[in-house]
């Protein structure tokens, strides 16, 4: 497959299975109040600062506008990103508990055991222990196995799908000591074997991004939501 053509591919996905995905979800399920477990007394606070008073509309835009732009979407993108790998044929499922992709590295040849992670800070501090003992454990079960033989800690890595090296957090940097950590364009050349990958896959996701129809979402779900709030016994307006 040519860069170009798994450009598109990998467009298409977004496009299809996040994008898309993400328009409906933020429509329908994200715009009922089903959907949400409510605090109350930051909900009416919320609502004070967003719209200088306790309504329906300002907590609807309380609930609605953190699920749609940050948690839905994020969600969405961490979840799909694995299986499109899968899908698209550029990576393997991983056996091993623990490590979410396989592939073998364009640049050293080698097969490579991966953790995806979204960005560059993307990571808390208690996470990196964890992280490093579960490599170590799939290490050395690894190595009782023959058809392991010459494995090392360099072929367990942490992938970060975007972002730049220097962006990396401390926490990264430590995992890295043991686990090579490969992030945005070092990543995608040694996923795909194409040098700027990274750099042509982002400029082509945004000259798609600019053609989607979002439904006007935003608004029309904050208008769905607020009825339901407005028609709810929870909330004493």
């Not at 959907?35 to 919320?46: F, H, R, T």
């Not at 306790?54 to 907590?59: A, F, H, I, Q, R």
């Not at 799909?80 to 044929?89: A, K």
Request: hydrophobic residues 35%.
């Amino acid at each position: 497959m040519t860069e170009k053509e798994l450009t598109i591919k990998i467009v298409d996905y977004f496009d299809s299975y996040i994008f898309k995905n993400h328009i409906e979800a933020s429509l329908n399920k994200n715009s009922r109040l089903t959907s949400y477990k409510i605090n109350p007394i930051i909900v009416k606070y919320l609502s004070k600062v967003l719209e200088d008073n306790y309504s329906p509309e300002g907590v609807a835009k309380a609930l609605f506008y953190p699920r749609v732009l940050g948690t839905s979407i994020s969600t969405s993108f961490g979840t799909r990103i694995q299986s499109m790998f899968v899908q698209l044929g550029i990576a393997s499922g991983s056996l091993i508990k623990g490590m979410d992709i396989e592939f073998v590295d364009k640049i050293d040849d080698r097969k490579k055991w991966c953790q995806l992670k979204a960005g560059p800070n993307t990571l808390n501090s208690e996470d990196v222990k964890p992280l490093v003992q579960k490599f170590t454990k799939t290490i050395n079960l690894a190595r009782t196995n023959s058809a392991f033989k010459g494995i090392n800690n360099t072929d367990f890595i942490v992938g970060v799908l975007y972002g730049e090296d220097q962006e990396l957090s401390v926490h990264y940097r430590e995992i890295d000591r043991t686990h090579p950590v490969i992030i945005g364009k070092g990543f995608w050349h040694r996923l795909t074997g194409f040098p700027d990958f990274y750099q042509g896959l982002v400029s082509e996701l945004h000259k798609s991004i600019d053609n989607i129809d979002t439904k006007d979402l935003i608004n029309q779900g904050c208008k769905t939501l607020t009825e339901d709030i407005r028609n709810s016994p929870l909330f004493d307006f």
